[in-house]
């Protein structure tokens, strides 16, 4: 089985390094608990103006793709997810790279890709040592389009937001997106629903490291952010399916 790690990065120049260290020393445990023979890193730097991409491409088992322009979240993956079904590679693992993400749990989102078709990290699934309090603006958006998704989509998602996800690669070619910003989770939730997709959630550590991360222009603004959500959710098709439980 082939697995390829995503990191998208964005003037990360501060933790590009330890995350790809981090990431490279999980490989071990992944061919420990899984039955993988090749594993691929691979980090997206978005358009960073600072040393990201030349900081990633010190490591000689790493793939650095640059995009000149910042071309939105949602695209870095998009791409990420094209290269992975191109690949051709089985499992895909998506991680941030902003320290929030620990990637020590990679082999058991890898172990438990074997029986879903997304496997997505929640911060909210179950408390855990060392959990963060999240700046409330966030919290909220997160827990009101969390509820509403899951009422469009027959989904008992916990936690829409969380970028540390992996998905089978068969089940990504199935699904377009064409959102290129952060709403882009929202846009595949609705196509893994209406497509019957197989989900499970996986506890993982809430952890915020910057209350001043920007989203961009006026979605720094909660109100817009959560009415940019909810405008792309009410575009969204998608058939009530029921959820998976979590796997332990």
């Known amino acids: 089985m082939k697995l390829t790690i995503v990191i998208p990065a964005l003037n990360e120049e501060q933790a590009v390094g330890s995350t790809i260290a981090r990431c490279l020393a999980a490989r071990k445990g992944v061919v420990a608990r899984?039955?993988?023979?090749?594993v691929e890193i691979i980090v997206v730097s978005d358009g960073s103006t600072d040393r990201t991409a030349e900081i990633a491409a010190g490591y000689l088992d790493v793939r650095v793709i640059v995009f000149e322009q910042n071309r939105g979240y949602g695209a870095a993956l998009r791409s990420a997810f094209e290269f992975a079904v191109d690949g051709p590679y089985d499992v895909l693992v998506t991680i941030d790279c902003d320290g929030q993400h620990q990637p020590q749990l990679i082999p058991r989102f890898v172990e438990a890709a074997g029986r879903a078709d997304i496997v997505s990290g929640s911060r909210y699934l179950e408390p855990l040592p060392g959990d963060s309090r999240p700046p409330e603006d966030r919290r909220r958006i997160n827990r009101l389009i969390t509820d509403e998704l899951n009422l469009r989509c027959g989904l008992n998602l916990t936690d829409a937001f969380c970028g540390f996800k992996a998905y089978r690669t068969a089940a990504l070619a199935r699904i377009e997106v064409t959102e290129t910003g952060y709403a882009m989770p929202l846009q595949l939730w609705a196509r893994a629903a209406e497509l019957g997709l197989q989900i499970v959630e996986l506890p993982v550590p809430l952890i915020?490291?910057?209350?001043?991360?920007?989203?961009g222009g006026a979605m720094d603004q909660p109100e817009?952010?959560?009415?940019?959500y909810r405008r792309l959710l009410r575009q969204s098709r998608a058939l009530p399916v029921p959820c998976e439980e979590e796997i332990a």
Request: no cysteine; charged share 45%; hydrophobic share 35%.
């Open 34 to 38: 899984s039955p993988v023979d090749d």
């Open 208 to 215: 915020y490291l910057d209350e001043r991360r920007s989203f």
């Open 224 to 228: 817009i952010r959560l009415e940019v």
